[in-house]
């Protein structure tokens, strides 16, 4: 898997990062992301999938009103975003691939409280990856690297490729969350 923590350390940018990642990488990536996530998960039950952990550390800026801004994430929960951030970058990847100017945001992200099954978190999965890779398959056959953008100031000017490897990135962050609810979820089952 390609090491992206330089990147929220503030040691590399993206673009640094991304400078020799081809398309065929990002790929490659993609399908080892979403393969370690479904192997993480492996063991789960549909009770693991609305688990409420532990979180001390749980802090939502972005929760909407009326929710509880250190709510613990389910299982369900992180799948849902960790896949909807990923595919937003490669929306935008796409985007910028083609040319053409990145415009607000594009983003949807399933509702977390409806995945509350194992089947459905496979099934986000299957349909994240699938979703990606259509995407990296409509990029130009020569996709304009030049073409960036700066949806912040915090990450700098990012161009298809790095946009792409922002929303796997963010994905990656989310792994140790996932090992940690499967392994409070199976101590809670009494499973070891």
Same mark, same amino acid.
């Given at each position: 898997?390609?090491?992206?923590?330089?990147?929220? =350390?503030?040691?590399?940018?993206?673009?640094?990062?991304?400078?020799?990642?081809?398309?065929?990488?990002?790929?490659?990536?993609?399908? %080892?992301?979403?393969?370690?996530?479904?192997?993480?998960?492996?063991?789960?039950?549909?009770?693991?999938?609305?688990?409420?952990?532990?979180?001390?550390q749980?802090?939502?800026?972005?929760?909407?009103?009326?929710?509880?801004?250190?709510?613990?994430?389910?299982?369900?929960?992180?799948?849902?975003?960790?896949?909807?951030?990923?595919?937003?970058?490669?929306?935008?990847?796409?985007?910028?691939? =083609?040319?053409?100017?990145v415009?607000? =945001?594009?983003?949807?992200?399933?509702?977390? %409280?409806?995945?509350?099954?194992?089947?459905?978190?496979?099934?986000?999965?299957e349909?994240?990856?699938?979703?990606?890779?259509?995407?990296?398959?409509?990029?130009?056959?020569?996709?304009?690297?030049?073409?960036?953008?700066?949806?912040? %100031?915090?990450?700098?000017?990012?161009?298809?490729?790095?946009?792409?490897l922002?929303?796997?990135?963010?994905?990656?962050s989310?792994? %140790?969350?996932?090992?940690?609810?499967?392994?409070?979820?199976?101590?809670?089952?009494?499973?070891?």
């Amino acid at each position: 898997m390609i090491d992206l923590s330089p990147v929220f =350390r503030r040691e590399k940018t993206l673009a640094e990062i991304g400078a020799p990642i081809t398309k065929q990488d990002l790929i490659a990536f993609t399908n %080892e992301i979403l393969d370690t996530q479904r192997a993480i998960i492996a063991e789960a039950t549909d009770a693991d999938v609305v688990f409420v952990p532990v979180d001390p550390q749980a802090n939502d800026a972005n929760a909407a009103p009326g929710t509880e801004v250190q709510q613990a994430w389910t299982l369900g929960h992180v799948v849902v975003h960790a896949t909807a951030g990923s595919e937003e970058g490669a929306a935008t990847a796409l985007t910028l691939a =083609r040319s053409v100017q990145v415009e607000g =945001r594009s983003r949807y992200e399933t509702p977390w %409280e409806r995945v509350t099954s194992v089947a459905q978190v496979v099934q986000r999965y299957e349909e994240s990856r699938k979703m990606r890779l259509a995407m990296l398959d409509a990029w130009p056959e020569q996709p304009d690297l030049a073409n960036s953008y700066t949806p912040t %100031e915090v990450f700098g000017p990012m161009n298809a490729v790095a946009r792409f490897l922002l929303g796997l990135a963010h994905e990656q962050s989310h792994l %140790e969350q996932l090992r940690e609810i499967m392994r409070q979820a199976k101590q809670a089952r009494g499973a070891n």
